[in-house]
């Protein structure tokens, strides 16, 4: 079986979308089926030799998708926001948010995937055990995903170092720009006190050294509810709204706003106060380790082949 991904990738998008359905061709490539990705540079791609289409991305329109339907062939979409009217075969949102979404369809009426029982995960993420939850933390992950499109790391990291003792994991993603800026303040800082890891091999390991994170509310989200890192948010685009909301309305997560208008200071006593309070970090750990289902990505592709049989 051949599968055609459609996603959104670069530099304004970020790379929410292809680790996530990365996380999907992992596990159809160990069953033996080939897989290609496409984007918007590739709209003349002729669709015809594939098997099955999932389609992951906020830049296409309701007839595009209805469009895609053929005889013999499976159309899976993977929709955030209820963007689109969906006709197809297998509608899977993975958020924690998915069942409160009011979703509109077409022609066909799709299996619906929805929830943190699908979480698209990351083998690195899949196989490894939650963090331990040490009484004197200290380390703080920080990342604001692929781009950091509003350089939102510098000015988290001057504001973190503000506090006595701590230890940063500064994780910088494929398509950032402000890479000497952050260089700059781990030389001010101390590189033993602010290391820095551009798109690092293992997000798992530098992960698993933290005690909290500093990061947004996208994809990475659920990395890091899966370790059960403890998290500090500040929200870097619209799309990361509804898990926002959700997971602070549930007691998951910290939100200290948005990228635009987050009080630094806040953010200064919200981090101090969560390491230093071993309770509070046990009982977020526990939470957020329940809310996603690490093999997620396996019973999708499950789902996704009995359609097929």
């Not at 984007?39 to 595009?64: A, M, P, Q, R, W």
């Not at 949102?93 to 009426?109: M, P, R, S």
């Not at 790391?153 to 494929?174: M, S």
């Not at 926002?244 to 981090?271: H, P």
Request: proline share 2%.
């Amino acid at each position: 079986m051949k599968i055609a991904f459609r996603i959104d990738i670069g530099s304004e998008t970020g790379t929410g979308h292809f680790v996530r359905m990365s996380a999907l061709a992992d596990v159809f490539t160990d069953l033996g089926y080939i897989c290609e990705f496409f984007t918007e540079e590739d709209e003349h791609i002729d669709y015809n030799g594939f098997d099955l289409i999932i389609v992951d991305t906020y830049k296409v329109s309701n007839d595009y998708i209805k469009n895609l339907n053929a005889p013999n062939r499976t159309l899976v979409c993977y929709d955030d926001n209820a963007l689109y009217t969906y006709s197809c075969d297998m509608l899977v949102n993975a958020n924690l948010y998915a069942n409160e979404l009011k979703f509109k369809f077409g022609a066909k009426t799709p299996k619906l995937l929805l929830g943190g029982e699908y979480a698209l995960l990351r083998r690195e993420f899949r196989e490894a055990k939650p963090i331990v939850i040490k009484e004197n933390a200290n380390t703080i992950f920080v990342c604001f995903g692929g781009t950091d499109l509003h350089n939102t790391t510098p000015r988290t990291i001057k504001t973190l170092c503000q506090i006595d003792g701590v230890y940063l994991n500064v994780v910088l993603g494929k398509y950032t720009k402000n890479d000497e800026e952050v260089l700059l303040f781990a030389e001010k800082y101390g590189k033993d006190r602010v290391k820095v890891h551009k798109t690092p091999k293992s997000m798992v390991e530098i992960m698993q050294k933290c005690d909290i994170a500093v990061t947004s509310s996208g994809s990475m989200i659920y990395e890091v509810a899966a370790l059960g890192l403890p998290a500090i948010t500040i929200k870097q685009a619209d799309n990361q709204n509804f898990v926002t909301e959700y997971m602070s309305r549930n007691n998951l997560i910290e939100s200290v706003g948005d990228w635009n208008n987050v009080d630094l200071s806040n953010l200064k006593q919200k981090v101090a106060a969560l390491l230093s309070n071993y309770k509070q970090r046990l009982i977020l750990s526990k939470r957020l380790t329940e809310q996603v289902n690490k093999n997620g990505a396996v019973k999708v592709v499950q789902e996704i082949v009995a359609s097929r049989s």
